[in-house]
C-alpha cells in the first residue's frame, strides 16, 4: 500500500498540521511517512500546501506532481490540483466559497461542508480535524486511536486538553462527508 | 634632591627595559621606533606578572601585527582580516576559564572588521580588545586607514584626506564606550615611559576584570607609524603628540563601578 | 538511553543530531530555508543540559569565525546556512581549511545565483566540491537524501572532520530541510573533555606554544603545505568514498543522482523497470571524494550514464571525469528552485536512450 496525498488550501486552515497528524499516525502504525511542505512566502499567509505518503515500503521520491488523494480547503487549490489527481484517485473538498466545483469524471469526488459546521459547532480551532475524519471515513487506512496518539505526539502539552474535541471533529467529519454526486447545490 | 647612584636606577623596581620571559627571541619584524613592539612588550609583561601563559589564547589580526604569535610565547590564534572578535567569542564561550585578547590595528578593527568589533562588544563578551591606532595602514604600504586623520597624506590619500570625499576618522573607542556590553574603555599611548606604565595598569586592570566576568575591556593605543608616516621616529613621536593626541586624547573613557 | 524514534524535519534532525552527537558548539545566522536549525537549538538550549553553546551570531562572516576560533580549540563545532550565506562563508572556510582544522557546515541549498529563490537547488556542488574559497583545498563533503541521514551525517561528519582535520559539508538541499520523515535518533553522547595536543587551550610547561594559523610568508613552506593537503584529500580518496546502488547489476542505463534528485531518481527508477527499461541508479553520497572508480567500472559495462541534478550541469562534469570517455554521459536538471517530476526524469531518460 502506498497512499501519495495533497493537501491544500489557505494558510491557516491548518494544511499543513494535518499533513503533519496523518503522517505521525501513520508512523504510529508503523508505515513509512514523508511530509513535504510549500515553503517560503506563501507559507506566511496566502496558500499552503503538503504532500503526505504513508507506505508500506521504502518511500522514493517525497516530492510528487501527481495524487492518489487530493484534499481541497479553497478555490485556488481546487484549480491547481484537481487534474494531478491519478485517474481513479480521489478528491476530497470543501464546499466553502467554491463556485467552480470539481468537473472531473475519471476519479471519485466527496465534498465535506467542514467549515460551515466547524462554525455552526464554534470549532473553527479543529476545523481541520473534520476534513480528517472525512478522509479516514473513505479511505481507512489510519485509525482514530493512532490519530489521538499522533495527535498527543505532535500537540505541545498545553494543547493537550483540546484533544477530546479534535476526537468530536473527527467523528463529525466521519458523518459528513458524501460523494459530490449525491449533494444537492 | 639625593643623588641618583647607578645601583638605584638598576634595582628591579626601576628596570623599565627587562625583556619579559615570555618575550621570545625571535626577530621582530617592526620597523624602528614602531609603537607595536612597546605594546607587545607591556602586554608579555602582565601576562607573566599576572602568571596567564597557561591559560591564555590570543588572537591575532592582519596587519602589522599578523605575525604578533611569533613574539609572545603563549597560544595563538591568525584570524582573518577583521575577523579577531568573532574567533575570541567563540573561544571565551567554549573556555570561559581562559585569558582571551584579541590585538587590532585600525583597518582590521575599524574598517573591515567594524561589525564583529561592535557586535562583540554589544555582546558583552568577556575578552580584552587591544586596539593599535595609527591611523594608516602600515602592512600593505601605508594606505588611509578609517582613523588617518582630517588632511593627513598616505599613499590612497596623496593630497591629504578630504572629509568631503572619505569621511572623517572614526573614533572606536568612543563608540564601543556607549554599548552596555563595554565595561572599560580608555585610550592609551606608549610613546613615554609614563606612558607605558599607564598601558600596563590599563592592561591589568582589563585582566581582573575579565576575570570577574564584567564584560568587555577595550584599549586603544594611539601609536606611530614611522615609515607610514615617512618620518623618522622622533619627529613621528612629536607629529602624534601634536596631532593625533588632539583627535584622539588620551585617558579613560568609559571605567566600571568599583564592586 | 535507547535510540529514539521521531518524525522531524531534516533541519530539526540535524539540530536534535548535533547535540546527541556531543557538539561543543553552533554559531549560526538565520535564512531560509534552514532557520530551523538554529531556532530548535535555542529552544532545546542544550547549554543548560550538555553545555553545548548556540550562538546567533551578527552575520555569517562572523558564525564562521565564530566556528575557526572555537574549531582551533579543538572543540567540536559548526554552521548551517543556506546559498547566499554560504558564499559569504567562504573566507572562514578557506582559513579553517588553510588552518587544518575540523568543522561542520551544513548548507541547505536553495537556488541562485544572488539572492536567487528559497525554493530547493543543487546548484552549489561546485562550490562545495571543488574548494569554494581562494587557494587549492578541499572539503569533505556528505549528501543526504532523507531525514534520516540529516541525522546520521553530523556524527559522521564530525568524525570524519577530526581524523583528517578537515572542514566537512554537509550539502542538503530545502526539500530535505523542510521535510519530515521518520528518523532514529541516537543516545546521547557526552561531550568530549579530551584536550588535543595540537589545539590552542593555554600553554603549560610541558609543551610549546600552539598557533593555529594558514599563514606561511616562505613559498618553499607554503608549496610544501600545499603537497601534505594533497595527500590527505588522495587518502579520502582511498578511503571515504561512500555510495549507494540500485539495480545496477543488470542495468543497461544508470541515472546518476545525489540527495533530493537521488529519491527523484528512485521513483523513475521503478516506472522504468515497470516499462521494461532496464535502468539502474549510483547515488554518490560522498561528493567529494566522488565515486569515480565504480563509475568507471561501470562504464565498462552500460550504455550510458545520466547524471539528474536540480542545476545547470554542474555534478555531470565529474561523472564524464569517472567514465572517462568509455560511455555516453548526458544531464538533466531543473533550476531555480524547480524540481523535476519522476515522469519528466523518465522521459528523459528515454530520450537519451534513443541517442
Known amino acids: ?185 | 634632591m639625593a643623588e641618583i647612584t647607578f645601583n638605584d636606577i638598576i634595582k628591579p623596581e626601576n628596570l623599565t627595559y627587562k625583556k619579559s620571559k615570555l618575550m621570545t627571541d625571535n626577530v621582530m619584524h617592526y620597523c624602528p621606533g614602531c609603537g607595536h613592539g612597546t605594546a607587545h612588550q607591556v602586554l608579555a609583561e602582565v601576562l607573566e606578572e599576572e602568571n596567564l601563559q597557561e591559560r591564555t589564547v590570543g588572537i591575532t589580526p592582519v596587519g602589522c601585527s599578523v605575525l604578533m604569535y611569533n613574539y609572545i610565547d603563549v597560544d595563538f590564534q591568525e584570524a582573518a582580516h577583521g575577523r579577531a572578535p568573532a574567533l575570541a567569542t567563540a573561544v571565551k564561550r567554549l573556555m570561559p576559564d581562559k585569558f582571551v585578547f584579541t590585538y587590532q590595528g585600525d583597518g582590521d578593527l575599524a574598517a573591515i572588521g567594524t561589525a564583529e568589533t561592535i557586535h562583540t562588544c554589544n555582546r558583552g563578551e568577556n575578552i580584552l580588545i587591544l586596539f593599535i591606532n595609527n591611523g594608516i595602514y602600515g602592512m600593505t604600504g601605508g594606505q588611509m586607514a578609517p582613523t588617518t586623520l582630517e588632511g593627513m597624506k598616505s599613499s590612497t590619500s596623496p593630497y591629504g584626506r578630504d572629509i568631503s570625499m572619505m569621511g572623517s576618522p572614526i573614533k572606536m573607542a568612543d563608540i564601543v564606550a556607549m554599548l552596555p556590553g563595554t565595561c572599560y574603555v580608555t585610550r592609551q599611548s606608549v610613546n613615554t615611559a609614563g606612558g607605558v606604565r599607564k598601558l600596563k595598569k590599563a592592561i591589568k586592570k582589563a585582566v581582573q576584570y575579565q576575570n570577574e566576568k564584567r564584560g568587555t575591556c577595550f584599549i586603544e593605543v594611539v601609536s606611530n607609524c614611522p615609515s607610514g608616516w615617512k618620518m623618522t621616529p622622533v619627529e613621528s613621536n612629536k607629529w602624534m603628540e601634536e596631532n593625533m593626541f588632539l583627535f584622539y586624547p588620551l585617558g579613560d573613557i568609559k571605567v566600571p563601578a568599583e564592586k | 538511553m535507547e535510540k529514539e524514534l521521531r518524525l522531524m524535519k531534516g533541519n530539526e534532525a540535524i539540530a536534535e543530531a548535533a547535540i546527541r552527537a556531543g557538539a561543543d558548539g553552533y554559531f549560526g545566522y538565520p535564512i531560509t530555508p534552514q532557520s530551523e536549525i538554529l531556532e530548535y537549538l535555542m529552544e532545546a538550549n542544550p547549554q543548560t543540559t550538555t553545555g553545548m553553546v548556540v550562538l546567533q551570531a551578527e552575520s555569517e562572516v562572523a558564525a564562521i569565525n565564530m566556528v575557526y576560533g572555537g574549531a582551533a580549540c579543538g572543540k567540536k563545532v559548526m554552521t548551517s546556512s543556506s546559498s547566499p550565506g554560504i558564499s559569504l562563508k567562504q573566507e572562514g572556510i578557506t582559513y579553517i581549511a588553510g588552518a587544518e582544522l575540523p568543522c561542520l557546515i551544513v548548507n541547505v541549498v536553495r537556488g541562485g545565483p544572488g539572492l536567487g529563490t528559497i525554493q530547493p537547488a543543487q546548484s552549489d556542488y561546485f562550490q562545495a566540491t571543488k574548494g569554494g574559497g581562494h587557494g587549492d583545498y578541499h572539503l569533505l563533503v556528505l549528501a543526504p537524501s532523507s531525514v534520516q541521514e540529516m541525522a546520521d551525517f553530523v556524527e559522521l561528519g564530525f568524525d570524519l572532520a577530526f581524523k583528517y582535520r578537515n572542514p566537512v559539508m554537509i550539502l542538503s538541499d530545502g526539500a530535505i530541510g523542510q521535510m519530515m520523515e521518520k528518523v532514529w535518533l541516537k543516545p546521547q553522547k557526552k561531550r568530549s573533555e579530551e584536550i588535543l595536543p595540537w589545539a590552542t587551550t593555554g600553554k603549560p610547561a610541558s609543551r610549546p606554544r600552539n598557533i593555529i594559523t594558514s599563514l606561511d610568508l616562505d613559498p618553499e613552506r607554503q608549496e610544501k603545505f600545499n603537497f601534505k593537503l594533497i595527500a590527505k584529500y588522495r587518502e579520502m580518496e582511498e578511503n571515504e568514498v561512500r555510495f549507494e546502488e540500485f539495480m545496477t547489476d543488470d542495468a543497461e542505463y544508470i541515472f546518476v543522482a545525489y540527495g533530493t534528485s537521488a529519491r527523484l531518481c528512485q521513483k523513475a527508477l521503478q516506472l522504468a523497470r515497470a516499462e521494461g527499461i532496464k535502468a539502474g541508479l549510483l547515488r554518490p553520497i560522498t561528493l567529494f571524494p566522488y565515486p569515480k572508480k565504480r563509475l568507471n567500472e561501470l562504464a565498462d559495462r552500460v550504455k550510458g550514464m545520466l547524471a539528474v541534478e536540480m542545476s545547470a550541469g554542474q555534478m555531470v562534469e565529474d561523472v564524464m571525469l569517472s567514465v572517462n570517455g568509455k560511455t555516453r554521459v548526458s544531464h538533466y536538471g531543473r533550476m531555480g528552485g524547480m524540481i523535476p517530476t519522476p515522469d519528466e526524469v523518465l522521459e528523459n531518460m528515454k530520450s537519451f536512450i534513443k541517442g
Not at chain 1, 510549500?38 to 521504502?58: F, H, K, Q, W
Not at chain 1, 460551515?116 to 470549532?123: I, Q, V
Open chain 1, 1 to 185: 500500500m502506498t497512499e501519495e496525498i495533497v493537501i491544500a488550501g489557505f494558510g491557516g486552515q491548518g494544511v499543513l498540521s494535518m499533513g503533519k497528524i496523518m503522517a505521525y499516525s501513520g508512523m504510529m502504525q508503523d508505515m513509512e511517512v514523508s511530509w513535504m511542505p510549500s515553503y517560503g512566502p506563501e507559507m506566511r499567509g496566502g496558500t499552503a500546501n503538503v504532500n503526505v505518503i504513508l507506505s508500506d515500503e521504502r518511500i522514493s521520491s517525497p516530492i510528487l506532481r501527481s495524487f492518489d488523494t487530493a484534499i481541497i480547503l479553497n478555490q485556488q487549490s481546487l484549480d491547481k490540483f484537481e487534474h494531478a489527481v491519478k485517474p481513479g484517485g480521489m478528491l476530497i473538498y470543501d464546499g466553502n466559497g467554491i463556485t467552480r466545483h470539481p468537473e472531473r469524471k475519471d476519479i471519485t469526488v466527496y465534498r465535506i461542508d467542514a467549515a460551515e459546521e466547524a462554525s455552526k459547532l464554534k470549532m473553527q480551532k479543529v476545523f481541520n480535524m473534520f476534513v480528517l475524519g472525512g478522509f479516514m471515513k473513505v479511505k481507512p487506512i489510519l485509525k482514530t486511536e493512532y490519530v489521538i496518539k499522533g495527535l498527543k505526539k505532535s500537540l505541545p502539552e498545553r494543547y493537550h486538553s483540546l484533544i477530546p474535541m479534535n476526537e468530536d471533529a473527527i467523528k463529525r467529519g466521519m458523518e459528513l462527508i458524501r460523494l459530490k454526486s449525491e449533494c444537492i447545490g
